[in-house]
């Protein structure tokens, strides 16, 4: 298959095209910063608050795009949470593995693809940084607002289980918290660039936040990479206007 990153190399994302974003507040993050309860943390959130997020991402509309035009049909949507990507996908036509660690977020998303009686979605649980699929075995990969908790130990293991995943040419469209984020800086650095207490509601929780270079050594085994700089804005659940500052990466294996 010939490589194609058509819209890659000019992707931008100005502010009219950047839907606002309802967001919700995180709060009672827990348990200590090596010993992460991530699964019982999501499943809380979507128990308590059934669907969190609605509209699909500008960046998932792009990606569509990109995974059409690179042929990739089969798609895995790793931390799919509660579907709103998973359910875009399937409707235009993609094969999607639907995976997340919270089995709460998969069983949300599993019942509305079977309300709209969508049929080419699987449902797999698990973490992102030890994936149970086979080598080269996705075209495609789609990968948004979940690698943003964490060390950079742990992102390393993702990428390089995505790596191992995708098939040769195969294509990730996946987002990083940049450095010039509004929380970068804040709390504690417990390594660089990583800091805890932090973000609001999430005071136990590491963050990582990535650089242009440190994202291009991440990706360099890959045989194209594209790396954007993007503002998602979005409001809190007390009504206050926020901007994440992330980086899209679109990589071609
Ligand atoms: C903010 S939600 C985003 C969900 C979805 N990507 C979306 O845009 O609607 C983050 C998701 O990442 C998942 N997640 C967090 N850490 C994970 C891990 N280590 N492995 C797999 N999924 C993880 C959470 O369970 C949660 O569903």
Redo the contacts with the bound molecule.
Sequence with gaps: MQAVIDKADDINYPAKDIIKHIFYGISDWGENILNIK?EQE?NKIYKDQGEV?FDV?PTVRVAADVFKKNDCMNIMDL????G??SIYLAQQGFKVYAT???LQ?LEITKSKAEKLKLSNIEFKQ????SIPFENDSLDGILC???TG?GMLEGSRENVNEIFRILKPNGVVVIDYVSIDDENYGKGQEIEKDTFINNVEGEENIPHHYFSMDELKELYSSFLKVNITPIDYFFVDNQGDKHTIKAFVIIGIK
Excluded: P
């Design positions: 991530w999501w997020q991402l931390g799919c949470g509660t709103r990507h997340d660690i919270s977020g698990h973490d992102m940084r948004v607002w979940t908790h």
